[in-house]
Nanobody, 130 residues
Framework: QVQLVESGGGLVQPGGSLRVSCAVS????????IGWFRQAPGKEREGVSC????????YYADSVKGRFTISRDDAKNAVYLQMNNLKPEDTAIYYC??????????WGLGEIDPADFGFWGQGTQVTVSS
């Protein structure tokens, strides 16, 4: 069974940095595109970033572009989200998810739809506060 496990969340001050990780098992990472999503209390889950399985192309929501960087290490079966210059509005539970899609028109527009991803981790809490 496909499994994804997030780690690395925590409390950080505004302007600080944090890296969250997504460890995958029971499938070959190189066959899947991986996305990061977040959900704040009372809000819908939103796509933050994703990285394609085909050519490692990366995509970002406008709200995080220039601050977040997604990367993957297929040898370690892991995907990372480096988050810099964090803001209080980045506070949320962060989830990683997998899809067999290589690319969508939406991704190129920074619109990463959770409905395109079929396998999900349990999430890790990121809190940005002074």
């Amino acid at each position: 069974q496909v499994q994804l496990v997030e780690s690395g969340g925590g409390l950080v001050q505004p302007g600080g940095s944090l890296r969250v990780s997504c460890a995958v098992s029971e499938f070959t990472l190189e066959s899947f595109s991986i996305g990061w999503f977040r959900q704040a209390p009372g809000k819908e889950r939103e796509g933050v970033s994703c990285i394609s399985s085909s050519d490692y192309s990366t995509y970002y929501a406008d709200s995080v572009k220039g601050r977040f960087t997604i990367s993957r290490d297929d040898a370690k079966n892991a995907v990372y989200l480096q988050m810099n210059n964090l803001k209080p509005e980045d506070t949320a539970i962060y989830y990683c998810a997998a899809t067999s899609l290589i690319q969508t028109t939406g991704w190129g527009l920074g619109e990463i739809d959770p409905a395109d991803f079929g396998f999900w981790g349990q999430g890790t809490q990121v809190t940005v506060s002074s």
